[in-house]
């Protein structure tokens, strides 16, 4: 017997995509946060902040909770 696919089924790659980068992104910024939260070197500090930064810029603003998007809009002086 062959197995038939509903026909509404569509694979749609950009969203399987979308979701794991997503999920990469999301993952990234959680190891990201919990490191800065132990770590004492202040250009190790920087490193992370920049890497946080740059993977909030990744995530769509709409899917961002209102506190992380406080926190991306906030200006960090990391001189």
């Not at 946080?52 to 961002?64: C, D, G, M, R, V």
């Amino acid at each position: 017997m062959k197995a038939v696919n509903p026909p509404n089924a569509q694979p749609d790659d950009s969203s399987n995509a979308d979701a794991l980068a997503t999920f990469v992104t999301a993952q990234n910024i959680e190891l990201y946060k919990a490191r800065l939260a132990t770590e004492a070197n202040l250009s190790r500090r920087r490193v992370l902040l920049e890497l946080l930064a740059k993977e909030f810029a990744k995530l769509p603003k709409s899917n961002l909770p209102k506190t992380l998007r406080r926190v991306e809009d906030m200006k960090v002086d990391l001189s």
